[in-house]
């Protein structure tokens, strides 16, 4: 579709980004958590993970799977001002 997605994960969330996580979650005959996770990274999905709710879940020092990258808060403003759609949660 040529566009740049970027996915943004705050609060609770990160917590499938922990190894081991989002294979646990599966529904039905879709593909696991994982396997999307995989297939965004692979397909140059940005996978961003909030600073501020990292700290808040108590995880000074963390392993997260590999691609993510953790940015500051306001990243996500900036990425919504730069932004030629929406953005919901």
């Given at each position: 579709?040529?566009?740049?997605?970027?996915?943004?994960?705050?609060?609770?969330?990160?917590?499938?980004?922990?190894?081991?996580?989002?294979?646990?979650?599966?529904?039905?005959?879709?593909?696991s958590?994982?396997?999307?996770?995989?297939?965004?990274?692979?397909?140059?999905?940005?996978?961003?993970?909030?600073?501020?709710?990292?700290?808040?879940?108590?995880?000074?020092?963390?392993?997260?799977?590999?691609?993510?990258?953790?940015?500051g808060?306001?990243?996500?403003?900036?990425?919504?001002?730069?932004?030629?759609?929406?953005?919901?949660?």
């Amino acid at each position: 579709m040529d566009i740049k997605a970027t996915v943004y994960y705050l609060g609770t969330g990160l917590r499938i980004l922990k190894p081991g996580e989002a294979e646990k979650i599966k529904l039905g005959g879709f593909p696991s958590v994982k396997e999307m996770l995989d297939k965004a990274l692979e397909m140059g999905v940005e996978i961003l993970v909030c600073e501020a709710s990292k700290r808040m879940l108590g995880w000074e020092k963390v392993e997260l799977i590999p691609g993510v990258k953790i940015v500051g808060a306001a990243t996500l403003n900036d990425l919504s001002l730069e932004a030629d759609a929406t953005q919901w949660f």
